[in-house]
C-alpha cells in the first residue's frame, strides 16, 4: 500500500499524463520505512476484520505493497495488483527479503484478472480519489465480483471534512509542490458502495495527527503543528471525535 500511489487515474483527459506522474515516482525508488500512517491503515483494517491468518486478500493498487507485506507477516494468502510494473518489482523484492511469498498480479483494477468470490478482504488505501465517480463504481464492481459471499471489502481514501490536510493541499496546489496529481478527497462511498452491490457497514473518519504532516507544504508551520499535536493528545477521546481524521475508512460486505 501506498497512501496516494496508485497509477490509473480519473477519466481520459489526465489518464497519459497521471499514468506517467506515477511511473516517474517510482523510478526514483521507494521507502519501505514502517511510518505512522502505515500503522494506522494496518490497525484499521486488523481492527475492522479481525484475525487475518489463512485469509485470503487482495490489495487493489498495491503500490509499495508494504501493508500486504504486513498481512502475510500474519498469516494471510496476499494478493498484489499494481498497474505499474515496477511497484510490483519492488513489492516482490521487499517480500522476498522478508521471506514472504505472494501473488503479483499487472493489471489495471478497473478490469481485475481475477475469479469469481475468490478472497475474503479485497482492500485498498489512497487509491479511489484518483478516479471519477463511475471509475470508483466500476472498481467497487470489480472488488465486490473477486470477494466471496459474506466477505469484507475495505476502502480508505483521504477525507474531505479533515481540515489539515485540505488546508495543505490546497497550498500546495496553489504554490505547485503537490506531487501527486489529480486527488479529490471523499465525503463518502456510500453510492459506489451501494452501486456494487455491497452493504456499507460502517465508515469514519481515522487519522487526525497523520493530517497535521500535510501542515507541511506551508512553510514556518513546524511549531504551529507540534502544538495542535500536543494540544490534540491532552483532548479526551469523546472531544477527539469532533476532529475528522485524513482518512475516511468505509467497510462493506458482500451479500
Known amino acids: ?32 520505512r514502517w511510518d505512522a500512517l ?5 490497525n484499521a483494517l486488523l481492527e475492522t476484520t479481525g484475525p487475518v491468518h489463512d485469509k485470503k486478500i487482495l490489495e487493489a493498487g498495491s503500490g509499495t505493497g508494504k501493508i500486504s507485506l504486513r498481512l502475510a507477516m500474519e ?30 498480479v499487472h493489471a489495471d483494477i478497473r478490469s481485475i484478472p481475477e475469479e469469481d468470490n475468490r478472497y475474503d478482504l479485497c482492500w485498498n488505501a489512497g ?19 473477486i470477494t466471496k459471499p459474506g ?35 471523499v465525503t463518502s462511498l456510500k453510492e459506489p458502495f451501494t452501486a456494487a452491490g455491497l452493504r456499507l457497514i460502517d465508515e469514519r473518519g481515522i487519522g487526525f495527527l497523520e493530517s497535521l504532516e500535510f501542515l507541511d507544504f506551508m512553510p514556518g508551520l513546524g511549531l504551529w503543528k507540534e502544538w495542535m499535536r500536543s494540544w490534540y493528545d491532552e483532548l479526551d477521546t469523546d472531544e477527539q471525535r469532533h476532529f475528522p481524521g485524513y482518512l475516511l475508512l468505509a467497510h462493506g460486505r458482500k451479500p
Not at 500500500?1 to 490509473?8: F, Q
Open 1 to 32: 500500500m501506498n497512501m496516494k500511489r496508485n497509477p490509473d487515474t480519473i477519466g481520459t483527459a489526465h489518464e497519459e499524463e497521471q499514468k506517467q506522474l506515477w511511473e516517474n515516482l517510482w523510478g526514483k525508488g521507494v521507502s519501505y
Open 38 to 42: 502505515s500503522e494506522l491503515v494496518l
Open 75 to 104: 498469516g494471510a494468502e496476499v494478493t498484489l495488483v499494481d498497474y505499474a510494473q515496477q511497484a510490483l518489482e519492488q513489492s516482490r523484492l521487499a517480500f522476498r527479503l522478508k521471506n514472504r511469498t505472494a501473488e503479483f
Open 127 to 145: 487509491v479511489l480519489e484518483h478516479f471519477s465517480n463511475e471509475e470508483k463504481i466500476r472498481i467497487m464492481q470489480e472488488m465486490a465480483r
Open 151 to 185: 466477505g469484507s471489502i475495505i476502502v480508505l481514501v483521504p477525507y474531505s471534512c479533515c481540515l489539515p490536510y485540505r488546508i495543505g493541499k490546497a497550498y500546495a496546489e496553489q504554490a505547485g509542490s503537490w506531487p501527486y496529481g489529480v486527488e479529490m478527497p
